[in-house]
């Protein structure tokens, strides 16, 4: 079975841009998360929805936004990018709403360079 | 609010020598923890959970983790490692209820010398 795939794999863009990363959970998993990881430091929390509505979000400012359709399959959208905006970028999926009893699958991530 | 400390950002070990890898937390409600492994240009891969019932856990590729509630730890173990177990070790806690997040340590870097 396929695992979590995200696409693309590497993205350059410039200042001001925006960007759409996409993931494509694991066969049968309602839930995605998003989680921001700059170089040095662990993954930072950013979105989770579940069954197409967002269910939690993290500290970070209105140009992140995401959603997901109805084969579960997610995008995140960034507007107005920061140099600070730089990082690996990680989708995760687990089959429930809930992280504390349902093991999350994460993808290989897209890496996201700002210039 | 919950947070993870892990007290080293690299440990370097040579090949067959036993390792631990620490991990503190800090929250005031009952929470539920976890070890990932990430290898480079890869995504996090579980390693272990625990969630209730006994403190030791084992884990795959022979790691296991001890939760200590007194001493707020859940430092990772593996009596004996591999060139093949370096990577970035990540601790990570949440907690029941409406709480849908993993919140994540600055990882710990793993490297097995020959």
């Known amino acids: 079975d396929a695992g979590v795939t995200q696409s693309p794999t590497h993205l350059i863009k410039t200042r001001g841009q925006h960007v759409t990363l996409r993931c494509s959970p694991i066969?049968?998993?309602?839930?995605v998360s998003w989680y921001q990881q700059v170089l040095g430091q662990g993954p930072q929390f950013i979105f989770q929805y579940y069954e197409k509505e967002e269910r939690g979000r993290g500290n970070f400012p209105d140009r992140f936004s995401a959603r997901q359709f109805p084969n579960y399959s997610s995008e995140l959208n960034v507007n107005a990018l920061l140099l600070g905006d730089s990082a690996l970028y990680l989708c995760a999926s687990s089959l429930g709403r809930r992280v504390s009893n349902q093991p999350q699958h994460f993808g290989d991530g897209t890496r996201l360079s700002i210039l | 609010a919950q947070s993870v400390t892990q007290l080293d950002s690299q440990v370097p070990v040579f090949e067959e020598a036993p390792v631990e890898l620490r991990c503190n937390y800090s929250s005031s409600v009952s929470v539920y923890l976890f070890w990932y492994v990430q290898y480079p240009n890869q995504g996090l891969q579980l390693l272990l959970k625990y969630l209730s019932g006994s403190t030791l856990v084992k884990g795959i590729n022979g790691f296991e983790a001890e939760f200590n509630k007194s001493q707020t730890s859940f430092h990772l173990r593996k009596p004996s490692v591999h060139i093949s177990d370096t990577a970035e070790y990540f601790c990570?806690?949440?907690?029941?209820?409406?709480?849908?997040?993993?919140?994540f340590g600055t990882g710990t870097l793993l490297a097995v010398q020959p």
């Open positions: 990570a806690v949440t907690t029941g209820g409406a709480t849908n997040k993993l919140i």
């Open positions: 066969s049968g998993h309602k839930s």
